[in-house]
């Protein structure tokens, strides 16, 4: 186990009576709201009402930021720092999912300083000094957003998609209603649990690779995962297994699941860029991407990999070698994300072979486990998607 | 899943070069500072000096109280607040495991008051409304007090043991270096690793019991706790075993693991009697009380229990009822007691059979799983663990 730390100061509500606590909540917080979300289905789903009743109940002013879009724009960050700036808002309640959350986070830093955001903290990588605090209601478990330090942008222009961390941007509190994700539709709900999943692995599937309590935590929180969405895909509104997903999603990148992990982070660098290009949804170019990237690398660790088959999907290592046993979880990987319709080839995303390229030289080559990545190791497996 | 709050927000530095970590936490607290301790053994150890020397390289004045005894009595209580009233102390370390860090807890709320602290927070449960600050630096991986808001305190003249419960006992952060639990004396690791355990259970035994993310988390730090077990007790400086009991015990208690439970608390409030009227270590005292707890009650929840056994100890329920697979858990879990020297009966512990109706009389009887727990249950229990 590596040293670590571990800090996570944000109040979670979760339940089916959880948007009762946002009054409570609310009431601790100064009187200009800036309101954030997506592009509209909380207003068909009901949810902006209620959240609206809410907020003129406790006596805010809202000021309403909306159409934050998937993969969300540098412009829409500043598009929320003006508002901030012009309203002198004391709070945002960022209403959504990930990408909602994160622009949220983005704006929360942005205002509080009168430097471009992009370039001092995206680019520089510089602390934050202050942040407006947040609070989130969650309405599409993925990203972990609604628990974690990090919000990731994409700059369209440059074809950069990249995050940002810091303690200033965990929300003070989260409110997750499994009721809210009844309505999502299907495949927003399976590219949410692909971005969990994959989450988890690019902590587990990294070094140290002895015994250790995040590892089992790991598989524990993989297997709730896989049980809940084989439940959900075919029951949309049961209740259980809508509440393992969303508090599995939230669970994988509260810091838990990471703790004493060197990490690898690969696939989703490399997912990044496919996002930053083609607009596509993050947890789609993960389920393209992270199958073939394990298929690619399970070779460097086999008694890791061989142990994610075992434990979690079962597999009989009996008269195999390490390196079967892993390529039999790999591709247990496959048939499940087949079985939940995930996307399987770059190919179902629009993405061509000759984009290769130019998402090779876009993927931020930083981050690797086992083995570091190259730019042909990037080829190699964006050729294998295709 | 219950609906629940979660909310942690303690900073933890794990790992051999934590105490590093102590200069930086106590640049941002006061100049006075209240070293708790307990009977010596960090003397001995030389961890005494090492915090010493940081403390005055940070220049901080030291206000020391010493001798904070197993089962901490309301008398140290009183003198630690007389201390921190006395001195203006701006803040707690505790230096120690669950005994000096519940008591530093009780000191922090109770300096904060002119009320009797025992009587406005253990007996009347009356809401704090200010703490010392504190911090923690562990030294015997048991209670999980380093991560949550819970001070247990014994009043020895009414033979009471109860605890109390505030955000505001939170440690600020907590130092937790596994190599300064290589010199703990085997019966306390064995009774912190029973703690740990009986921890998971009273969680982990209680409705509901549909599938959750919860359960599954409790089974792999249950798991994880029995490997790093049968390694430590055979190599107590083995690092990594080291590790994972440390992080296994402060996960156990932090929240994550109770998240959406009802949870128990019978067999803790039986043992916490024992406690106040024999002065038995805490550990011990479960030791003896939880497999007997779980071998009566099992027959109310042998789905539960079956499932337990299953996944924790590897039971095959082929062919067997689920109150069989049950009861085989159960003497799994005496078994690996046995096997790492934990006590079993109440005779080892020097409680008489005389004391039974004494001891029934000074169980707290508000907390039960599955079947409420009448005094007849209690007594039919000790009179099973003699």
Request: hydrophobic share 40%; with cysteine; charged share 20%.
């Amino acid at each position: 186990m590596n040293d670590f730390r571990f800090y996570n100061p944000v109040r979670i509500h979760f339940g089916q009576s959880s948007l009762n606590k946002l009054p409570k909540e609310l009431a601790a917080v100064g009187k200009t709201i800036l309101l954030a979300y997506g592009g509209g289905s909380i207003k068909r789903t009901g949810l902006y009402n209620r959240v609206m009743a809410i907020l003129e109940d406790c006596g805010k002013e809202v000021v309403e930021l909306s159409g934050i879009m998937p993969n969300p724009r540098t412009e829409k960050v500043y598009e929320g720092i003006e508002l901030c700036k012009k309203n002198n808002v004391d709070f945002i309640l960022a209403v959504g999912g990930g990408s909602t959350i994160d622009c949220s986070k983005a704006i929360a830093v942005g205002a509080c300083t009168d430097r471009d955001f992009w370039e001092a903290f995206y680019l520089n990588n510089e602390a934050a000094e202050a942040a407006i605090p947040l609070g989130v209601v969650l309405t599409i478990p993925a990203t972990g957003s609604e628990m974690d330090r990090s919000a990731v942008i994409t700059h369209w222009e440059t074809g950069v998609k990249t995050d940002y961390n810091s303690d200033l941007i965990f929300p003070k509190f989260s409110i997750l209603d499994p009721t809210l994700t009844y309505t999502l539709p299907k495949n927003q709900m399976i590219n949410g649990i692909v971005d969990t999943l994959s989450h988890i692995w690019e902590l587990y599937f990294s070094e140290p690779d002895t015994d250790s309590v995040t590892d089992n935590l790991a598989e524990a929180l993989m297997r709730s995962v896989i049980a809940a969405t084989r439940v959900a895909i075919k029951e949309p509104e049961d209740y259980i297994a809508r509440s393992n997903i969303m508090w599995a999603s939230t669970v994988a990148l509260c810091g838990m699941i990471g703790n004493g992990k060197n990490s690898d982070w690969a696939s989703h660098n490399i997912e990044h860029a496919i996002s930053a290009l083609f607009d596509v949804a993050h947890g789609a170019g993960l389920a393209v991407v992270h199958p073939t990237y394990m298929a690619y690398f399970c070779q460097n660790a086999p008694e890791r990999y061989a142990r994610y088959a075992v434990n979690v999907w079962g597999v009989d290592p009996t008269g195999k070698t390490a390196l079967e046993v892993a390529r039999e979880g790999v591709q247990c990987t496959r048939d499940f994300f087949n079985e939940i319709g995930a996307p399987a080839a770059l190919t179902d995303l629009g993405v061509p072979e000759s984009a290769i390229d130019d998402l090779v030289a876009h993927t931020d080559m930083g981050a690797w486990a086992y083995k570091k990545m190259t730019q042909d190791d990037v080829r190699a497996i964006l050729r294998m998607a295709l």
